[in-house]
């Protein structure tokens, strides 16, 4: 079953398979606020499914996700919603860093964390562009399929801001290829990545949805009990290699970066809108 093709996420279940799908191609699936918890409650919908065994995240159209809305006619960053994945305040009636260290801590850091704890299997899907936030809700899944078209990129050094706030870089690549990545903002194919051990499978653009969805059916053939365990074991060994505590400092930083630019620059990104980004090479 498939929700309205006008809502910002799409679910549908074939046998013990979900698929949670981002819905904004036109906007080449930015993730506003209404995405973010709308994807909130696809995981949690698929968590509760005792059919489902395995879940896919896909984004709709030519790209994966071009990662945080910083400029479509849906940005909704200034409106409140019911909060879900820490006990911060209400960010929408509070200035300055209190108010997006709140918001942030919600919809980016602590969205992400949640979903990385889901006891399911997820695999990503990725084609075109997995951008800044495209790349958090990627390293949040267990696996990443490929397409050969795609392409992944941090580029907000541009906006004097260390990373996105989901900072896996040093876990999901090697630290010398992190800082190249973060230096530069440049564009890492799909076979880099692969080469770097960030993604699993790089396949064939056509191909892609057939063998995403044939490596999660045989996902499922596992014991969930099994596959759940087998997650927590492989999350607390990254844990303990420092990926928690290692975000919460860089969060530290990032919001550093984030009260620099109100100080110093137009605003809090450093005066870098979508049209600036672009221009400056992302």
Not at 34 to 58: C, G, I, N, P, Q
Not at 95 to 115: H, I, K, T
Not at 211 to 234: F, N, Q, S, Y
Request: charged share 25%; glycine share 8%.
């Amino acid at each position: 079953m498939t929700t309205a093709h006008d809502e910002p996420v799409r679910y549908e279940r074939q046998g013990p398979v979900a698929t949670v799908t981002m819905n904004r191609p036109d906007y080449r699936n930015a993730q506003n606020s209404a995405m973010t918890y709308a994807l909130d409650r696809a995981f949690y919908r698929a968590a509760d499914d005792d059919e489902v065994k395995v879940v896919v995240l896909a984004g709709a159209g030519k790209h994966f996700s071009a990662g945080h809305d910083i400029g479509t006619p849906e940005r909704d960053a200034h409106l409140p919603f019911d909060r879900k994945a820490g006990l911060w305040w209400d960010h929408s009636d509070k200035a300055g860093a209190e108010g997006r260290f709140a918001r942030e801590s919600e919809v980016y850091l602590g969205m992400c964390r949640r979903w990385r704890e889901l006891p399911k299997p997820v695999i990503a899907s990725v084609q075109g562009a997995c951008v800044a936030g495209g790349l958090m809700l990627a390293w949040v899944c267990d696996l990443i399929i490929a397409s050969d078209d795609a392409f992944f990129a941090d580029p907000v050094v541009r906006m004097g801001i260390p990373g996105v706030e989901y900072f896996a870089h040093p876990w999901v690549m090697p630290p010398r290829i992190a800082k190249e990545f973060l230096y530069t903002g440049d564009r890492m194919s799909a076979q880099r990545a692969y080469e770097v051990g960030m993604i699993n499978r790089v396949v064939p653009r056509t191909e892609l949805s057939e063998r995403v969805t044939e490596l999660a059916t045989r996902i499922a053939d596992m014991p969930r009990m099994g596959l759940a365990l087998t997650k927590r074991a492989v999350n607390q060994a990254e844990d303990l290699q420092g990926l928690h505590t290692g975000m919460d400092s860089v969060f530290g930083l990032h919001h550093l970066a984030h009260a620099h630019n109100a100080e110093t620059a137009p605003d809090a990104l450093g005066g870098m809108d979508i049209r600036a980004m672009k221009k400056a090479g992302s």
